[in-house]
């Protein structure tokens, strides 16, 4: 485990690393699944206030960026 701050010819570093690729779809898909795992609907997509629907391709929406989830490459999965 590296330390989180280590020193470079007296100059305090960070040590910051990348993030997880993987993470955005693990956001994206916790997002969709809360109502799902909350008990409020059975399916992602028939949440009201989901944009669950708009991925799934069942409804229009001006709020849902299918562009920029495809750039980040983000897969609806249900």
């Known amino acids: 485990m590296d330390p989180p701050w280590y020193d470079v010819d007296g100059v305090m570093q ?3 690393r990348p993030p997880d690729r993987r993470y955005p779809q693990v956001l994206f ?7 799902v795992k909350a008990g409020l609907e059975m399916d992602p ?7 669950a629907a708009a991925y799934a391709g069942r409804r229009q929406s001006i709020l849902a ?12 999965k249900w």
């Open 65 to 76: 960026n299918m562009e920029a989830a495809a750039e980040y490459g983000l897969v609806y």
């Open 29 to 35: 898909n916790y997002i969709h699944e809360n109502p």
């Open 14 to 16: 960070g040590a910051v």
């Open 45 to 51: 997509a028939a949440w009201e206030f989901s944009s």
